[in-house]
T-cell receptor, first 116, second 111 residues
Framework: DAGVTQSPTHLIKTRGQQVTLRCSPK?????VSWYQQALGQGPQFIFQ???????QRGNFPDRFSGHQFPNYSSELNVNALLLGDSALYLC???????????????FGQGTRLTVV | GQNIDQPTEMTATEGAIVQINCTYQ??????LFWYQQHAGEAPTFLSY????GLEEKGRFSSFLSRSKGYSYLLLKELQMKDSASYLC????????????FGKGTKLSVKP
C-alpha cells in the first residue's frame, strides 16, 4: 500500500502565478482534505472533498480551489500566488465524511511551495 | 471560536517521562488526535481519544477530559528519536478530516 502520495514534493513559483498540487489517497479511502502548514505552525484546514464535491471549507480565500476525480484523487489549485502562500501543503485521506470517525486521517509527505 | 493551546517547546532527558498538555475550546467535538511530526515530514498518527480516560499504546499514552477541554500525551522511556513536534488536533463535530490543529509542541530529547 503506497499510502497517501503527493506531487510534486517541492515547487518554486513567482508571485502572481498559479499552481496545481496533486494528491492520491490511501487505497480504500474516498475523502481527501487539504491543509496548509506555515513554518512553525500547525496545519490549517483548507477544504475537504468527498464524492467529487467540496464538502467543507476553512477560512481561505477563493484563490484556493480544488477538485476530486472519480478515482478519489484530488488537486489543489492556488491562483494569483502571494508570498504568504509559501508553506507546506498537506493532503490527508480518510473514509466516509459524515460518518463516525473510525480511522485516523493519513497524511501525505506534503508539497513544499515557495513563492518568490 | 476555535482555540487549541499547547506549550511551544519542551525539553526532556533520554529515558525520562514527559507530559505534553493540550487545552481546547471548539464548536463541536468529535474526538482528539495526537500526531508526531519530524521536521520536514508529514504528521504521523499517535492516538485518538473520543471518550474520557486514558488510552495506552506502548510507550505513548493519551488522556482526555471532555468536561475540562483537556488532553495530554504521555511519552515514557524517552528516546532520542522522539525529538519532534507533537500536534494536538480536535475533530470538529459532524465531519471527518476536518481537524483543528494546535501550533504544536517541539520536544527536544537530550542525552
Amino acid at each position: 500500500d503506497a499510502g497517501v502520495t503527493q506531487s510534486p514534493t517541492h515547487l518554486i513559483k513567482t508571485r502572481g502565478q498559479q499552481v496545481t498540487l496533486r494528491c492520491s489517497p490511501k487505497s480504500g479511502h474516498d475523502t481527501v482534505s487539504w491543509y496548509q502548514q506555515a513554518l512553525g505552525q500547525g496545519p490549517q484546514f483548507i477544504f475537504q472533498y468527498y464524492e467529487e464535491e467540496e464538502r467543507q471549507r476553512g477560512n481561505f480565500p477563493d484563490r484556493f480551489s480544488g477538485h476530486q476525480f472519480p478515482n478519489y484523487s484530488s488537486e489543489l489549485n492556488v491562483n494569483a500566488l502571494l508570498l504568504g502562500d509559501s508553506a507546506l501543503y498537506l493532503c490527508a485521506s480518510s473514509t466516509g465524511t459524515g460518518k463516525a470517525w473510525k480511522t485516523e486521517a493519513f497524511f501525505g509527505q506534503g508539497t513544499r511551495l515557495t513563492v518568490v | 471560536g476555535q482555540n487549541i493551546d499547547q506549550p511551544t517547546e519542551m525539553t526532556a532527558t533520554e529515558g525520562a517521562i514527559v507530559q505534553i498538555n493540550c487545552t481546547y475550546q471548539t464548536s463541536g467535538f468529535n474526538g482528539l488526535f495526537w500526531y508526531q511530526q519530524h521536521a520536514g515530514e508529514a504528521p504521523t498518527f499517535l492516538s485518538y481519544n473520543v471518550l474520557d480516560g486514558l488510552e495506552e499504546k506502548g510507550r505513548f499514552s493519551s488522556f482526555l477530559s471532555r468536561s475540562k477541554g483537556y488532553s495530554y500525551l504521555l511519552l515514557k522511556e524517552l528516546q532520542m528519536k522522539d525529538s519532534a513536534s507533537y500536534l494536538c488536533a480536535v475533530v470538529r463535530g459532524g465531519s471527518q478530516g476536518n481537524l483543528i490543529f494546535g501550533k504544536g509542541t517541539k520536544l527536544s530529547v537530550k542525552p
